[in-house]
C-alpha cells in the first residue's frame, strides 16, 4: 500500500467571525483535501463543515457539527489539537 494520498478541491474560504473561518464547497470528497488525515466525520442526523482559526502564524483545522434541520453556529467548533505553522 502506497502511504501517500493526494486530494485536491476547490473552496472558498469564509469568514465567521474573528479568526474562525469555515470552507464552503460544494464538491463531494473534500473533507479528504480540507482536513487532510482526519476522517470519520459526520453520521446518522447530523451534518458538518470544515473550517480554520488562523492566529499568530498558526492554520488549525476546526470542524463545526449542527443536526440535519439546523443552521450551524460557527462559535461553536471542534478543534482536532494540531495546528500547522508558518
Known amino acids: 500500500m502506497n502511504p501517500i ?4 478541491t476547490r473552496a472558498k474560504a469564509v ?3 474573528g479568526n474562525i ?4 464547497t460544494d464538491e463531494p ?8 488525515g482526519i476522517a470519520g466525520l459526520g453520521g446518522a442526523n447530523a451534518k458538518v463543515k470544515a473550517g480554520f482559526i ?7 483545522p476546526i470542524v ?8 450551524f453556529d460557527y462559535s461553536k467548533y ?5 495546528s ?3
Open 54 to 60: 488562523l492566529e499568530e502564524g498558526h492554520y488549525t
Open 78 to 82: 471542534n478543534d482536532f489539537r494540531v
Open 64 to 71: 463545526f457539527v449542527t443536526g440535519l434541520n439546523e443552521e
Open 15 to 17: 469568514q465567521a467571525s
Open 21 to 24: 473561518y469555515y470552507w464552503e
Open 29 to 36: 470528497g473534500a473533507f479528504d483535501a480540507l482536513l487532510p
Open 5 to 8: 494520498r493526494t486530494a485536491t
Open 84 to 86: 500547522l505553522t508558518k
